[in-house]
């Protein structure tokens, strides 16, 4: 069974550093992954979507990469705002289901 | 930990048909319901979100009179898509957070409708 890991569960940093967020999964047989992002008491809203032949996405101040050989994935924010402050969460598609990863919770402070 | 279902998990249907999709919390009370859709190789994107017991709030461009959703109890929501064309063929997704756990949704495992 898939199982998507997110590592660290909560990150605090000062505005304008550059930071990681870390994905992994146990099963490389996927279809896609997707970054997402989730304010509270709001739905999740879509970042990037990588496909399984794609090793990396672009939005912006945003880059993810994936590694599916080693079951990996990173969100790369840049330049980070308070804005950025929300919980972002990675999931893996196989096909027929999707496996949500715990999230890691961010802080950006002014 | 807390579980979400869906029923069914595949359905495939003919045009012109409607379809019911249902979403439960097994474990805990579900206030808010959140429904999501994805076409194939699309992002999977937020329909509506619902609260027990009031009309769903739908995103832009979704259509509210064709994807009904219902929330009347803390248990369960269910999403149908009236008078069904192949072009809703797509992966739904519900997910749930509810008393206590307002900050972390639940994800149920998806219903891939298939309409001919």
């Known amino acids: 069974k898939q199982e998507v890991t997110q590592i660290p569960a909560a990150l605090s940093v000062p505005e304008g550093e550059n930071l990681v967020l870390n994905c992994s999964f146990t099963?490389?047989?996927?279809?896609?992954l997707q970054w997402f992002r989730q304010d509270p008491g709001k739905g999740l809203t879509s970042l990037l979507l990588?496909?399984?032949?794609?090793r990396e996405q672009t939005s912006g101040r945003l880059n993810a990469s994936l590694d599916k050989s080693s079951g990996r994935s990173t969100l790369y924010i840049a330049a980070s705002q308070p804005g950025d402050s929300a919980t972002y969460l990675c999931?893996?598609?196989?096909?027929?289901?999707?496996?949500f990863g715990t999230g890691t919770s961010l802080t950006v402070i002014p | 930990g807390a579980v979400v279902s869906q029923h069914p998990s595949w359905v495939i249907c003919k045009s012109g048909t409607s379809v019911k999709i249902e979403c439960r919390s097994l474990?805990?009370?579900?206030?808010?319901m959140f429904w999501y859709r994805q076409f194939p190789k699309q992002s999977l994107m937020l329909m509506a979100t619902?609260?027990?017991?009031?009309?769903?709030?739908?995103e832009q461009g979704v259509e509210k009179d064709k994807f009904l959703i219902n929330h009347a109890s803390l248990t369960l929501s269910t999403l149908t898509v009236t008078s069904a064309h192949p072009e809703d063929s797509s992966f739904y997704i519900c997910?749930?957070?509810?008393?206590?756990?307002?900050?972390?949704?639940?994800f149920g495992p998806g219903t891939r409708l298939t309409v001919l």
């Open positions: 997910s749930a957070s509810g008393t206590g756990r307002t900050d972390t949704q639940y």
């Open positions: 999931a893996v598609n196989t096909g027929n289901q999707f496996y």
């Open positions: 990588i496909q399984s032949s794609q």
């Open positions: 619902s609260n027990e017991g009031s009309k769903a709030t739908y």
């Open positions: 474990d805990f009370q579900a206030t808010t």
């Open positions: 099963d490389s047989a996927i279809y896609n």
